[in-house]
Nanobody, 123 residues
């Protein structure tokens, strides 16, 4: 069992930056692939980024590639999402997720989810 809590959301102007973090509780955090999804109002939840257990593999949605960076700190049981050059279309609730299988992020859904944090980008 993994408990996930996101923080760091907020309101930012277009072109600005935000850093989201997710704290993971539970055993064997380092065995889990971690990642982020988002859901905008009236839209389906979509994949954003994922990172492997040893940070050697990352994968991004085309819509955020080059602007967002995912990282993890296994010593602190955290995963972060650095978001730069934010656009109004990035506005959504962002969810942290975890699964023992990295493929579940692309052919999911992952097994464990946080409660979400709101990101709003104003134009």
């Amino acid at each position: 069992q993994v408990q996930l809590v996101e923080y760091g959301g907020g309101l930012v102007q277009a072109g600005g930056s935000l850093r989201l973090s997710c704290a993971a509780g539970g055993r064997s955090y380092s065995n889990y692939a971690m990642g982020w999804f988002r859901q905008a109002p009236g839209k389906e939840r979509e994949f954003v980024a994922t990172i492997g257990v040893s940070s050697d593999s990352t994968y991004y949605a085309d819509s955020v590639k080059g602007r967002f960076t995912i990282s993890r700190d296994n010593a602190k049981n955290t995963v972060s999402l650095q978001m730069n050059s934010l656009k109004p279309e990035d506005t959504a609730v962002y969810y942290c997720a975890a699964d023992l299988s990295a493929i579940r992020f692309l052919r999911g859904p992952p097994s464990y989810w946080g409660q979400g944090t709101q990101v709003t980008v104003s134009s």
